[in-house]
DNA sequence: TGCCGCCTCGCTATTTCTGGGGAGTAAGAA
DNA sequence: TTCTTACTCCCCAGAAATAGCGAGGCGGCA
């Protein structure tokens, strides 16, 4: 399958993928570049900011039954392994030496699911993570073929998904909230650092109850119930970092 | 600059790129992407899992030193406002209305960053975050013809970037201390998520006392002077979802 | 089989945090 | 100018977290 001759045709098929404005519409896209690259399976899977999973792809609803039945979500090495880098990683280079691994990938080749895989995972500021995911049923050396030969290809792919997927995302990027002051964003980061607001006030020159002062504040603005909630929540959003 | 005809040139600067080994060929490569495109400016910054920040292109020495020294990184409209995003995003539709984020800019233009710019961020699961910028002086309608005709390209370029900025950075990656149980995660979890002790004990039906256990145990493996610090910890280092 | 890690539970004492209250200055926005 | 917002400081009582001590059962691994 040359590269160039399908370009314009991939070039289509991105378009189509890009102006989705549903999750059944990126489901047929799925089942799209399936066909597109003749491989068993495609599969985009995301979690949002509420953490909450979504999930389409060519998979059989079987297998996706399954799997969530089974949680395998808490097993599969792809899910934990990809969940640790972020670059595309190929499945063999992932650890399958748990017996819970090995027999989630024996069932897994036996919904049809593929012995090879290619996974992307991307992820955002508040904590969404999303994986793209292309298997196949072949031998090592057609694999390696395929994924350093549409490597470029499906990373693109895979951004194209998240776009679309973060766009179907309810509004909860805007701001919700005021943002932090900056004192606020230092007093939260000596917290988020270990240091307890006695430390924390003596780092910040401050007396510690002018520190509590902006932690209650911080507390307030994220809506956090206490303060290692609203540090969780800073570091989710990304207001402060460690 | 018709992209059709130029492709094979960019890949040979991408897989140059790729082969990237050290800061000092990550900086050429900028360099050679900004021939390439025949823009003024190509950025590729990223603080690393230690906090740890890195900066390479075709900006000015000065310019460099002057945004570390008059402290830009925390006025930068770019990244500030890309930290909370994960697509790319155009200088436009970044939030200037600030005095500081005015007087930014003007010093920017100033040192010739150019008035458009087109910033790409990536993040990874320990707190790793990367900017990929390229920078132009022209009209809004040439910057939209450059970044709708590249998108692709520099998104793909910005990953490249990435994975080599990912292999500089000393190996801190493979799991610095043993991973938590599922009952720590779980219980880590709760904290994060703003719950008591008690409440959290409740939720997960053991005792608080054993909850505690779980929490030490968690604060102990990730190295954590007290728990707001181990749920900072482990959500930085992607073993609890918010 | 023995060891190790995980899960579960109880008690006590000390330190720290939480959540109310109020009050004044300085700087930037309307 | 007026008004808001950020920043700084103080007190107090009750709730929560921390740091020790202890125990036993279960399951995987060598």
Redesign the interface.
Same mark, same amino acid.
């Given at each position: 399958m040359g590269y160039l001759a399908n370009a314009p045709r991939l070039d289509a098929l991105?378009e189509g993928l890009e102006s989705a404005d549903s999750i059944e519409r990126l489901q047929s896209a799925s089942v799209a570049f399936r066909d597109f690259y003749g491989v068993n399976h495609v599969v985009y899977h995301w979690?949002n900011s509420a !953490?909450e999973q979504y999930g389409c792809g060519t998979y059989d609803d079987v297998w996706v039954d399954r799997y969530l039945e089974k949680g395998y979500l808490?097993v599969d090495p792809v899910i934990q392994g990809c969940?640790?880098?972020?670059?595309p990683i190929d499945w063999k280079r992932l650890d399958w030496s748990s017996k819970a691994a090995r027999a989630f990938l024996q069932d897994a080749i036996a919904h049809g699911v593929g012995n090879q895989g290619f996974s992307i995972p991307?992820?955002?500021?508040n !904590?969404?993570?999303a994986l793209f995911t292309v298997s196949h049923i072949c031998s090592d050396e057609e694999w390696e073929e395929f994924t350093t030969g549409h490597r470029?290809d499906l990373? $693109?792919i895979a951004?194209c998904f998240?776009?679309v997927a $973060?766009q179907l995302e309810p509004g909860r990027?805007p701001d919700q909230g005021q943002p932090l002051s900056?004192r606020e964003v230092e007093a939260m980061t000596m +917290?988020?650092?270990? +240091?307890?607001r006695a430390q924390a006030a003596d780092k910040l020159s401050i007396s510690e109850h002018t520190l509590r002062v902006y932690v209650e504040s911080a507390r307030f603005k994220l809506g956090?119930?206490?303060?290692?909630?609203a540090?969780?929540?800073a570091?989710?959003? !990304?207001l402060i970092?460690?």
């Open positions: 991105i979690v !953490g808490r969940y640790q880098k972020f670059h991307i992820r955002g500021p !904590g969404q993570y470029r990373i $693109l951004h998240n776009q $973060l990027a900056p +917290l988020a650092i270990g +240091l307890s956090a119930l206490n303060t290692t909630h540090v969780a929540r570091l989710s959003r !990304g970092v460690v």
